[in-house]
C-alpha cells in the first residue's frame, strides 16, 4: 500500500519486538531530507528493524545515504537492520556503489511482519 498521490512515502508498523518501516516511490535527496529523521527515529525503538524497499520505484545516492545512516544508527545500537529487497533497478543502485555486501537482505517479509489489518499504518508523505 503506497499512496498514489505522492512521490514518496514512508509507512510504519510495529509487529512483536520489530519496527517495519515501508518505503515507497522515489527515495532521493529530497525524501531523504524529509523522511530522514523519521526514518532514523524508528531505528531503534525496538530491538528488530526491518526497510521494505519492495515498493521504492527509485533510489539514489541521496537515499543510499539516508540508508546507510539507518544501518550505521542500527549498528551503533546493537539492533538488528534487515532490507527487504527491492526491484532490480534499486538493487543495482547497492551494487554499482558497491554497498550490496554491507547491508542484510531478505527477498520478502517474513510471515507474521505485514501491517495489522486492525489499525492503519503510521504514514509521512508529502504530495
Given amino acids: 500500500m503506497c499512496a498514489a498521490e505522492s512521490t514518496f512515502a514512508l509507512y510504519e508498523h510495529r509487529a512483536g519486538t520489530t ?4 518505503l515507497c516511490g522515489e527515495i532521493d535527496i529530497h525524501a531523504a531530507l524529509v523522511l530522514g529523521p523519521r526514518a532514523e527515529q524508528l531505528t531503534g525503538e525496538l530491538p528488530d528493524v526491518l526497510v521494505d524497499l519492495s515498493a521504492v520505484t527509485f533510489l539514489d545516492v541521496g537515499g543510499l545515504r539516508l540508508l546507510a545512516r539507518m544501518r550505521d544508527r542500527a549498528q551503533d545500537r546493537g ?6 529487497r527491492g ?7 547497492f551494487r554499482m556503489t558497491r554497498q550490496d ?27
Fill in 19 to 22: 519496527t517495519v518501516i515501508r
Fill in 79 to 84: 539492533l538488528e537492520l534487515r532490507f527487504v
Fill in 87 to 93: 526491484t532490480a533497478q534499486v538493487m543495482r543502485v
Fill in 101 to 127: 555486501s554491507s547491508y542484510t537482505f531478505v527477498d520478502r517479509l517474513p510471515p507474521g511482519q505485514g501491517e495489522d489489518e486492525d489499525r492503519p499504518p503510521g504514514l509521512v508523505t508529502v504530495p
